[in-house]
Nanobody, 121 residues
Framework: QVHLAETGGGLVQTGGSLRLSCAAS????????MGWWRQESGKERDMVAT???????IVVDSVKGRFTISRDYAKNMTFLQMNSLKPEDTATYYC???????????????WGQGTQVTVSS
């Protein structure tokens, strides 16, 4: 079993900053990618930023220059530093990880429970 735990959400004013953290625990052999998605009420879940094990990142255009993703490979953690927040960033943010649980296992996607980010205007 793999468990992802997010922390760091909250309420912030426009222009403010928040830092989200996600820790993966459980039966983990390797993590191919970790990152963040978000979901507004009544809408689909969309990717925000993902970091692959080789260090490459994928960041959606709407947050480029404002959000920075990073990973602590030793601790199986990922972070999302969010600056210059806007009301349209309001959503539930979900951590995801692509995990292999043992040698030879296929990689599977796991999700955290989500953390709410609310940006007031």
């Amino acid at each position: 079993q793999v468990h992802l735990a997010e922390t760091g959400g909250g309420l912030v004013q426009t222009g403010g900053s928040l830092r989200l953290s996600c820790a993966a625990s459980g039966s983990i052999f390797s993590i191919n990618a970790m990152g963040w998605w978000r979901q507004e009420s009544g809408k689909e879940r969309d990717m925000v930023a993902t970091m692959i094990t080789d260090g490459s990142t994928i960041v959606v255009d709407s947050v480029k220059g404002r959000f920075t993703i990073s990973r602590d490979y030793a601790k199986n953690m990922t972070f999302l530093q969010m600056n210059s927040l806007k009301p349209e960033d309001t959503a539930t943010y979900y951590c995801h990880a692509v995990v292999s649980r043992y040698a030879g296992d296929s990689h599977k996607v796991y999700w955290g429970q989500g953390t709410q980010v609310t940006v007031s205007s």
